[in-house]
């Protein structure tokens, strides 16, 4: 595609529910990164993947946060057992090897209630 | 780990220069960016800098980078309305292979253009 797509535009969930969180890379980008911003801060990040291997996943705050892509293409972010803390701004990126070009998409604004 | 520093923000009359600036603490980085967002938008990658570099310029874009003080801006002549947003700095660390590219964020610094 033209540019990084992220789906859905806003997420509203309730507390306890699991959410899933897609990234669609630009075409042919063998990097893709997974980051979360909060109000009035930097993105912040949680991981990447080349290809479909997951490279590090460091980033991410607990063990209900996970990511996957197994094509090597799209990518989910899913968070289980939604806590309030969760609510932010999740913007996926993309890349080339090699090049220092790094791409977001609109992000995903996850609110949970 | 890698601390990235900005001011939060700045207030420019339209027409002037508009010069941002942003401090960093890893100098393993090797390329150095900035990117815009604006209300409701995604990040915008405006430009970036590998890190042998000093100078780079794009239009009415300026990047300087100072990697003694490590120290990084970006000059934006001819400032107009249009410019007003927040800007992020931002510095990877380590190389592009293998490690890949993981980005440090500043905290964004608010640019208002004013007529």
């Known amino acids: 595609g033209a540019g990084v797509s992220q789906s859905p535009r806003y997420k509203v969930t309730k507390r306890g529910q699991d959410v899933a969180l897609r990234c669609d890379p630009i075409s042919g980008h063998v990097s893709l990164y997974w980051y979360r911003q909060a109000l009035g801060q930097g993105p912040e990040f949680l991981t990447y993947f080349n290809y479909e291997a997951q490279q590090d996943k460091s980033g991410l705050p607990n063990d209900r946060f996970s990511a996957e892509r197994p094509e090597g293409s799209i990518s989910t972010l899913t968070i289980q057992r939604t806590e309030q803390r969760d609510s932010a701004m999740y913007r996926c990126?993309?890349?080339?090897?090699?090049?220092?070009?790094?791409?977001f998409g609109s992000g995903t604004r996850l609110t949970v209630v | 780990g890698e601390d990235v520093e900005q001011s939060l923000f700045l207030s420019v009359r339209e027409g002037d220069s508009s010069v941002i600036n942003c401090t960093y603490t890893?100098?393993?980085?090797?390329?150095l960016y900035w990117y815009k967002q604006e209300p409701g938008a995604g990040l915008q990658l405006l430009t970036y800098?590998?890190?042998?570099?000093d100078m780079k310029q794009d239009q009415r874009l300026t990047v300087l980078l100072n990697k003694k003080d490590k120290h990084l801006s970006l000059r934006i002549a001819d400032t107009q309305t249009g410019d007003s947003a927040i800007y992020f700095c931002a510095v990877n660390k380590g190389g592009l292979t293998g490690g890949g590219n993981k980005l440090t964020f500043g905290t964004g610094t608010q640019l208002k253009v004013e007529l």
């Open positions: 800098i590998f890190s042998n570099m």
């Open positions: 890893d100098s393993s980085s090797t390329y």
């Open positions: 990126a993309s890349s080339m090897p090699q090049t220092g070009k790094i791409y």
